[in-house]
Every structure is written in C-alpha cells, then in structure tokens.
C-alpha cells in the first residue's frame, strides 16, 4: 500500500530535500505534491487528498496552526517539520502525529514516517471492515460499526453508542456506562457508517443516538442531555430539524 503525501515549506530547497529523503528511505511514501504557500497548500491538499502531509510551521504567508484552521476537519495524518521545538505542544493540540526538528535526521525521519504508516494502515483496515460487515449477512444487518483501539478493532452495537463529538481529527465515541473511545477520523466519516433513522446531527461537532436523548434545555440553539447525564450543545441551524425528529 502506497501512502500519498504532500510537502508544505516556504523554502524550494527544503522541500527538493526532504522529497529526496523520503524517496531514498521511505519507499512506501509516494510524494503527491508540493507547497510554498499556505493558498497554494489547501489548492494542492484538496486536488491530492493525501494521507500524510509533512507541514513546516514557519512560513512567510502564515504558519501551519493558520493552515490546519483552516482546513478542520483535518482527515490525514500531519507531521510538524521546523527548527524551533517550542511549537512542539502547540502541534500535539492540533493532533500532530510527530515532529520533526530541522536539519532533519534520517532515524528521525523514519520513526515519523513508520509511526504514520501504522496509522493510515490501521485506519484503511478498519474503513474496509465496516464495508465488509453488511456483505457478511446481507439479508439480516448486523447493526455493528468497527472502532479502532489500541489493541486492534472492536465491534459495538449501533445501540451502545451513545454520541459522537468531533475533537480536531478525531471522533470521540460515549458509549453506555460512561466509557468513551477517541478514535482517529472525521465525525463526517463515521456518521456515513451510522444509521440516518437513529442518529442525528444536532451540531458541526456532535452527533447524538435519538434513543438515548433524556431531556432537552431551551436556547437559543439550546442543548441535550443524554441518559449518561452528558449535556451536548444544538447548534441554532439544526434546532429546528433535531425537535421534529424528537416529536
């Protein structure tokens, strides 16, 4: 499996370098495209759809927290390139996957780059568990999403699941009982894995099980509160669909 990525650096020489690294070491990263500009980087991010962009964090149009905003929800995988470790916790708020330090080493290189391998890989293998599980018995669903966790996959019922809150690139999964599963992906991706008739979007940030709303609290957009006592926020352009499907 080849991972497609896209190099962002205001600086030609450095992105000509870390091109040639990543060709000469990393035969399983195929550099898709290439970016001096913030502008030019959401052209080229949108055209790509990589995997995997390596993203320098000081550029002369901006830097790469202007260039994350603006494409949120990011759905691929960032490694933070620069000279300066400072911007090292800022990156892991904005769900980096690693960071690079200029000039860059070849382990250092490597460890990023397998760390990313691993997760795109994983994240592919789950994507094609869950268009697999319909075909499996087609004449009766069996009402299951595939979720990711440290240990491999598991399979929870539609029904477990309580809501699902977007945090940066990643969804957070409430199930019964309290527990919770911050899983890598878009809440867009995973709300196409979930049934329409069960689950509602009742903001950019959250969708919510119909089943396991207990009581709604007027707003102006208000917010919900769900049978594990979580108080979810409704933004005011869903309020109006969310009470009709409650009625």
């Known amino acids: 499996m ?16 870390l091109k040639k690294m990543l060709n000469q070491y990393c035969p399983d990263i195929t ?3 290439k970016a001096e500009t913030l502008d030019e980087a959401v052209d080229v991010i949108a055209t ?3 995997q995997l962009v390596f993203l320098d ?7 790469a927290f202007d260039l994350l905003d603006r494409l949120s929800p990011v759905n691929f995988e960032v490694i933070l390139v620069t000279a300066h470790d400072h911007y090292a916790v800022k990156g892991f708020k904005y769900n980096a996957l690693d ?4 000039p860059i080493e070849i382990d250092d290189l490597r460890r990023a780059v397998s760390k990313a391998e691993k997760r795109i890989r994983e994240q592919d293998i789950g994507n094609r568990l869950n268009e697999l599980i319909p075909q499996l018995r087609p004449d009766k669903p069996l009402g299951k999403i595939a979720l990711r966790d440290k240990e491999g996959f598991t399979l929870y019922a539609f029904e477990e699941i309580l ?3 977007a945090e940066g690139a990643y969804t957070r999964f409430g199930f019964q009982k309290g527990s919770s599963l911050l899983v890598s992906g878009s809440l867009k991706e ?6 329409s008739e069960t689950f509602c979007r009742i903001h950019d940030s959250h969708l919510v099980n119909l089943n396991h709303v207990r009581k709604y609290h007027n707003g102006k957009g208000g917010s919900v509160e769900m049978t594990d006592g979580r108080v979810l926020e409704v933004s005011v352009r869903k309020k109006a669909e969310f009470l009709a499907r409650l009625k």
């Open 31 to 33: 550099v898709s495209g």
């Open 190 to 195: 995973f709300e196409a894995q979930l049934p």
């Open 2 to 17: 080849m991972i497609k990525c896209v190099l962002v650096d205001d600086e030609p020489r450095n992105l000509s370098l």
């Open 48 to 50: 790509v759809r990589p």
């Open 57 to 63: 964090i000081e550029m002369h149009t901006g830097n």
């Open 99 to 102: 960071f690079i330090l200029k």
């Open 163 to 165: 809501y699902c809150s």
